[in-house]
Nanobody, 127 residues
């Protein structure tokens, strides 16, 4: 049973920082791509960033490039693995529910390319 559990969301003032975590468990993710998406009220879910399990291939949406950093930590026993999203210089338009996702199909920027999803964590940026 694959589990993706996000944490780290909250309320922050514009210009502040937050670090989101996604604990991934339940299978071997060695060939997977991990992604972060977000969804604001009344809007479609949009791509934020993705990283290959090796950590070598990384890609960001233009809206977050230079402000957000995605990274991954893999445990030696491959049991407790975590994907992070460091968010700096936050803006009110970053307010959304942030979702962690895993893709066994090389990932990409479309939500449809991802097979597993977490429950989401709310990020609210006040002006």
């Amino acid at each position: 049973q694959v589990q993706l559990v996000e944490s780290g969301g909250g309320l922050v003032q514009a210009g502040g920082s937050l670090r989101l975590s996604c604990a991934a468990s339940g299978r071997t993710f060695s060939s997977y791509t991990m992604g972060w998406f977000r969804q604001a009220p009344g809007k479609e879910r949009e791509f934020v960033a993705r990283i290959s399990w090796s950590g070598i291939s990384i890609y960001y949406a233009d809206s977050v490039k230079g402000r957000f950093t995605i990274s991954i930590t893999i445990s030696r026993d491959n049991v407790k693995n975590t994907v992070y999203l460091q968010m700096n210089s936050l803006k009110p338009e970053d307010t959304a529910v942030y979702y962690c996702a895993a893709s066994g199909r090389k990932g990409g920027t479309s939500p449809g390319a991802y097979d597993y999803w977490g429950q989401g964590t709310q990020v609210t940026v006040s002006s």
